[in-house]
């Protein structure tokens, strides 16, 4: 059984002088496989080759997706988490990627997380994550390597009471989870913060948008306040593993689980398992 591939070849190492290990230079997604099938792996793909264009990383989705399927086929796995990750490759000391001419390309399988306390059907506790997420216009959206925001921010609680932490801007605006996109739901309307200073364009976020209209759902993308999350009639995050969890506190506030969360949490579930 292989559970890790690089560059379409069963292997467990890559060269210390790779540039995703050496500055970050480089993407991953995180896919969920159920019955032996990725999900979504269409939208993943579409956001790996557009970032891959904004980092000028030459990257062939074609080939991608065929050593995707045999990865899973090697591995036998038919339900499980892959990780694909793809930097820019072997460089020499600086930051000049002119040298750089393949990239690399990993595929590792993981057996899927376990959340306690069934927080799809209970909700969760945010915790107040105090690192604030910089404003980054060249790099907002993509989901490059450089994740150190998001690992200090973890860093800060240890207790199973939250099960994700809410990330704000350095404006005080909320914008998505440590692991997660964040939506509000008010008077009948979906309201996800716009990305195009800092955040992570998640695919399941994506997705929501895409369905938005099929599903009936007027949905706005718009920078809110902490007020506005507060005064919002219910409130989630979102991504492309564990689905939808209803959000049901954040500091001293409290939302309870409503009807247009269920209906998401619903049609999000059956995309990612059927």
């Given at each position: 059984m292989s559970l890790t591939w690089l560059n379409g070849e069963p292997r467990t190492e890559i060269g210390i002088l790779d540039r995703g290990?050496?500055?970050?230079?480089?993407?991953?997604e995180t896919i969920r496989v159920e019955a032996g099938e990725p999900r979504l792996l269409e939208l993943h793909i579409q956001r790996l080759s557009s970032d891959a264009r904004r980092l000028g990383i030459?990257?062939?989705p074609q080939r991608l997706r065929s050593e995707i399927r045999q990865c899973l086929k090697a591995s036998e796995l038919t339900r499980c988490i892959l990780k694909v990750v793809v930097t820019r490759g072997v460089g020499g000391r600086g930051y000049s990627p002119a040298d750089c001419i393949s990239p690399s390309?990993?595929?590792a399988c993981f057996d899927p997380p376990e959340y306690p306390g069934q927080p799809?059907?209970?909700?969760?506790?945010?915790?107040?994550c105090q690192t604030p997420l910089g404003l980054s216009p060249a790099l907002a959206g993509m989901k490059h390597?450089?994740?150190?925001?998001?690992?200090l921010a973890r860093a800060e609680w240890s207790s199973p009471e939250y099960a994700e932490g809410l990330m704000l801007d350095l404006n005080g605006f909320p914008v998505e989870g440590t692991m997660s996109n964040?939506?509000?739901?008010?008077?009948?309307r979906l309201l996800t913060p716009d990305l195009r200073l800092?955040?992570?364009?998640g695919v399941c976020r994506q997705y929501i948008i895409n369905q938005a209209q099929?599903?009936?759902?007027?949905?706005?993308?718009?920078s809110f306040s902490c007020a506005d999350m507060v005064a919002a009639d219910e409130v989630f995050v979102c991504n492309s593993v564990f689905g939808v969890w209803p959000v049901v506190a954040w500091g001293n506030h409290q939302w309870s689980i409503g009807p247009l969360t269920r209906a998401v949490q619903k049609r999000v579930g059956e995309a990612l398992s059927e």
């Amino acid at each position: 059984m292989s559970l890790t591939w690089l560059n379409g070849e069963p292997r467990t190492e890559i060269g210390i002088l790779d540039r995703g290990l050496a500055y970050g230079d480089g993407l991953f997604e995180t896919i969920r496989v159920e019955a032996g099938e990725p999900r979504l792996l269409e939208l993943h793909i579409q956001r790996l080759s557009s970032d891959a264009r904004r980092l000028g990383i030459k990257l062939e989705p074609q080939r991608l997706r065929s050593e995707i399927r045999q990865c899973l086929k090697a591995s036998e796995l038919t339900r499980c988490i892959l990780k694909v990750v793809v930097t820019r490759g072997v460089g020499g000391r600086g930051y000049s990627p002119a040298d750089c001419i393949s990239p690399s390309r990993i595929i590792a399988c993981f057996d899927p997380p376990e959340y306690p306390g069934q927080p799809s059907v209970n909700g969760v506790r945010l915790f107040e994550c105090q690192t604030p997420l910089g404003l980054s216009p060249a790099l907002a959206g993509m989901k490059h390597l450089n994740r150190l925001e998001q690992v200090l921010a973890r860093a800060e609680w240890s207790s199973p009471e939250y099960a994700e932490g809410l990330m704000l801007d350095l404006n005080g605006f909320p914008v998505e989870g440590t692991m997660s996109n964040l939506f509000l739901a008010s008077g009948g309307r979906l309201l996800t913060p716009d990305l195009r200073l800092c955040g992570v364009a998640g695919v399941c976020r994506q997705y929501i948008i895409n369905q938005a209209q099929a599903w009936q759902l007027p949905l706005e993308i718009a920078s809110f306040s902490c007020a506005d999350m507060v005064a919002a009639d219910e409130v989630f995050v979102c991504n492309s593993v564990f689905g939808v969890w209803p959000v049901v506190a954040w500091g001293n506030h409290q939302w309870s689980i409503g009807p247009l969360t269920r209906a998401v949490q619903k049609r999000v579930g059956e995309a990612l398992s059927e």
